[in-house]
Structures are given as C-alpha cells and as structure tokens.
C-alpha cells in the first residue's frame, strides 16, 4: 500500500476525503447514498472505525474518523473502498432507473484499465490523503468544513438541513442514519 494511505499514528484523528473518478456524480440518487452510509455503520458496528463527522456530497464524501479497536486504519478504509465500489458498481448496473448507466459504466471501465490493481472497474480515485487533526483547531476547522460543505455548494442554505451529513447530530436532531 502506498505511503498516500499511511496514518502515522494509529491512534490519531483524521480527515479523509474520497472522490469518484473523474469526478462523477453518482451521489445523486439516494440508493447509492444509503450503500455509503450502511458501508459506514458496518465498519463502525464490526471494524471499529469511530466516525465523529462525514458529509456525502453528489461525487466524493468527506469524514472525520479514527478507530476503536485493534483494526488499523488503513485497512479500515481500504475494505470499505473494495466493498463499497464493487456494491456501488453492482447497483448502478441493477437499476432499471439509471438513466447515466453506460455513461458512467464506461467511465469506471475506461479507469479501471488504466489501473493493473483492477480487473474491470474503478470507482474510487486513488489520491485520498489523510490528515491528521493534531489540535482541537484543527479539528473545529475540519469539522466546518465538512458540514459546510453542502452550503458552499448552494445545496442547503443552512449546514442542519442537509440530510447526507453528520450535522443534525451536532444540532441534537437525528440524520439519515443517525
């Protein structure tokens, strides 16, 4: 594994963001959101991943995370990529509503030849690069960031009405998946 998707410390916070290749947007449709945020909860629930932010944005999401048990960060996210990917690509080529399905079907075969690691497709760009949030600043301002997200790009007018974030758990109100 490449040192891009290296924690130097294993017990440290911090933020990570995945984007689809080429920038797609696939996050559009809710089913491919809900793969994301089930994908979430079961690396919580089994791997012990502890996922104190996220926001799921219509071609990459953004999380704030660190990790519970013995399970190294790295191989946390790794597995959840792999999952998520091959899930993702699987309910693109499932649903009969999908309009942009061989659009973006090309794309993710076209990447995926590009890539020796892959057989068929890729879905996922390979440039995340964890930061570590040393000081509670740096964790307020990557904690802004990523609820603001959404306002930034004119999709909600407040952080708390966007339903694909962590930001109503902050407010005390209750998300998509909580």
Same mark, same amino acid.
């Given at each position: 594994? !490449?040192?891009? #998707? ?6 440290? +916070? #911090? ?7 080429? $920038? ?17 909860? #079961? ?21 704030? +995370? ?8 790295? @191989? ?15 309910? +693109?080529?499932?649903?009969? /509503? ?11 075969? &076209? ?22 949030? &040393? ?12 609820? @603001? ?12 009405? #966007?339903? $694909?974030? !962590?930001?109503? @758990? /902050? ?8």
């Amino acid at each position: 594994m !490449s040192s891009k #998707y290296k924690f130097h410390n294993p017990d440290g +916070i #911090y933020f990570v963001t995945f984007a689809v290749v080429r $920038w797609v947007d696939v996050f559009t449709r809710d089913v491919y959101r809900e793969i994301i945020l089930d994908s979430l909860k #079961y690396c919580q629930k089994e791997k012990g991943l502890r996922l104190h932010a996220y926001v799921i944005m219509t071609n990459h999401l953004h999380l704030i +995370i660190s990790r519970e048990r013995k399970n190294l960060l790295e @191989n946390i996210l790794r597995d959840f990529k792999k999952f998520t990917s091959s899930a993702l690509i699987k309910a +693109i080529k499932e649903n009969p /509503y999908e309009s942009r399905k061989e659009w973006m079907l090309e794309i993710f075969e &076209t990447e995926g030849r590009k890539n020796p690691n892959n057989k068929h497709y890729q879905f996922w760009r390979q440039d995340n690069h964890p930061v570590e949030l &040393t000081s509670n600043k740096m964790m307020d301002q990557k904690l802004d960031y990523v609820h @603001n997200n959404p306002v930034k790009q004119g999709f909600v007018n407040r952080p708390e009405d #966007y339903p $694909w974030s !962590s930001m109503t @758990n /902050y407010t005390g109100e209750k998300g998509k998946k909580g």
